[in-house]
Nanobody, 121 residues
């Protein structure tokens, strides 16, 4: 049974920073593609950052240069460092896992976390 548990959400002022963590339990973490999605108020869920098993990364244009995704395979954890936060970054952030990044890029995942709220004012 695979579980994804997010943490690190909260409130921040515009221009500030937050770091999200996602602990993955019960899977061969190192072989999977990981991603962070978000759902802003009144909008559909969207992918913002992806990291493949080989460490290659991809970002949505809305966060490029401000957010950094990373993974620690020894700790089965993926991170999202969010800098220069904007009010429009306010959203519920979800961690997701799939064997293939192409599936995550399509908005599909084998497993989802329950989310962590980020509020920027």
């Amino acid at each position: 049974h695979v579980q994804l548990v997010e943490s690190g959400g909260g409130s921040a002022q515009a221009g500030g920073s937050l770091r999200l963590s996602c602990a993955v339990r019960g899977s061969m973490f190192g072989t999977y593609c990981m991603a962070w999605f978000r759902q802003r108020p009144g909008m559909e869920r969207e992918g913002v950052a992806y990291v493949d098993s080989d460490g290659s990364r991809h970002y949505d244009d809305s966060v490029e240069g401000r957010f950094t995704i990373s993974r620690d395979n020894a700790k089965n954890t993926v991170y999202l460092q969010m800098n220069s936060l904007k009010p429009e970054d306010t959203a519920m952030y979800y961690c997701a896992l799939d064997r293939l990044c192409v599936e995550l890029l399509r908005g599909r995942a084998e497993y989802w976390g329950r989310g962590t709220q980020v509020t920027v004012s």
